[in-house]
């Protein structure tokens, strides 16, 4: 594959368009009129759309946007999410449909039907209710993809406790800052987990992480890898509970109760500007009503006869948002699989949608352009004739990746729809409708019937076709966060605060009108990294190396990767007297930062420097560190406070130090 990057500037010379096929658009969900609808009354619409749940108690009023900008959407109104995305299902005679096709890693596998679903959710919901869990008390919960995760957090709705999912992979000092922020009282995990064909400790890794920690009553652990992991898992008898022993015994009986459109659902720690990660916070009524609204119109999903698979992980807001909550509320049949791709052999994801026959697709860029490197020769094998939709998100799509997507996965002719969306905004925000858009591989688009996005200049004025600028979102919308847990400040600061005047939301991401007025996204505008569609702060980096005892100084930038969309490339300065700065230290290092945050943060190149590039103020002027980092000629370099720095940098480099 030859050097390309996600974001830039070959995607915006990218002219193809795609239209549905006659036949699709003939059947699909979402009609064009869609827009002209939302436009017309845009709170009608949503009101519309909050219709697709089933509420205990109406609401009175569509938005409150008085207390701006904490929203108040569906006022009044009550309900309960797992009700919504369980036991409904049941009522309305669907009991025996398949949620949930689970396939284990090891090739082991699971049906689960929605009454089976509202069994295990139940049992769950009575088995946390046990231990003294009530309305408002967070629980933690670091646990893979096996169907315990989803279980566990529809029993967190169901008893109206939130969640704080926190994604495998990160470090027992991640997931103990998680804890310890939301005063988490119950963490949820397993003994062990399967990775690439082996099995990798979980509870040893928990433990460590809540060593002291005060608010943890009680650990569940959920038995997966059994005596296939090596070693004792850890026990604390007072603290600790099977899974099974704690779930298995309780009744299956369990009354939904319903709770206030706005009660907290989740939180959901994303990485931000600084080094601390936010916890997002989101409420119930809205974000189910615009996860279902945004499910089945995007990805064009019909109930009892699509077969879908999102290939997210519950860590993140696309399992949340998108495994659990706006399919499920939808009465999805879903692939949830546990492992890597290429366990055993790289055709896996083809062969789960051969034998599942999926007809919904939805993966990252990272993961595509990862299959592109595999080669065309692996799908090719299998018959992949029942997908009819594709989706991406996670990152900028670059147009190649789109059309070998389209050629090599769709046959040429599934529609694909490249969705805009972040933690914050809990659900999708802009992107095609499948039976709707002319595509544009590369391009986002529009943003959907009902939500209003703009891409705006420095002052906050809408820039014109071709023009480029930040982009905002201009009108509150049902699945918006609702704060940054236990911090006001830093809602209104980040969020809120660039383009106070107007009341625009701010997202961080740079973006480009085309002369036909649809959006390309650019990547972040600040200095936030994506790799492998995961948000990673460089400072969150930065300090993880400096609290290394040779590291005296470090900076951090996300240069252009062909497969992940960027790296993380360090540049340190080590202590006087420390490490020599070879190839030992430098593993040390990156070994480092994956123990202090977790293996996706690792550096993918660590440079050791004898300075850093500042300007007069001392700020770190990572522009010029990405040009050593991109290998492109240093950038101007007039503002820096000595400017010979750079070529100290540049010549060391050469010198191999
Ligand atoms: C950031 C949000 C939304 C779920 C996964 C990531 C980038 C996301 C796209 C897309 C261009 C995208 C943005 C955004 N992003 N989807 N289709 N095209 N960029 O959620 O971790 O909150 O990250 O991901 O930069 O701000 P997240």
Redesign the pocket.
Known sequence: MTEQSPALDNLLTESRTFPPSDEFAAQANAKADLYAEADADREAFWAKQAERLTWDTKWTTVLDWTNAPFAKWFVGGKLNVAYNCVDRHVESGHGDQVAIHWVGEPGDTRDITYAELKTEVSKAANALASLGVTAGDVVAIQLQMVPEAIFAMLACARIGALHSVVFGGFSPTALRARVDDAAAKIVITSDGQFRRGKAAPMKANVDEALEGAETVEKVIVVKRTGDKLEGEVPWTDSRDLWWHELVDGQSEEHTPEAFDSEHPLFILY?SGTTGKPKGILHTSGGFLTQTAYTHHNVFDHKAGEDVYWCTADIG???GHSYIVYGPLANRVTQVVYEGTPNTPHEGRHWEIIQKYKVSIYYTAPTLIRTFMKWGAEIPEKYDLSTLRVLG?????INPEAWIWYRENIGANKTPIV???????TGAIMISPLPGVTAAKPGS?QKALPGISAKVVDDQGNEVGPGGGGYLVLDKPWPSMLRGVWGDEERFKETYWSRFSEQGFYF???GAKYDNDGDVW?L??VDDVM?VS???ISTTEVESALVSHPTVAEAAVVGATDPTTGQGIVAFVILRGNAADGGEAAIQELRNHVAKEIGPIAKPRQIMVVPELPKTRSGKIMRRLLRDVAENRQVGDVTTLADSSVMDLISSGLKSGK
Request: aromatic residues 12%.
């Open positions: 994303t993140w807001i696309t991406s998100v996670g990152e900028p490249d969705t805009w969306w972040q933690t914050e986002a997202a961080g991401d996204l990547g972040r994506n569609g995961h948000r």
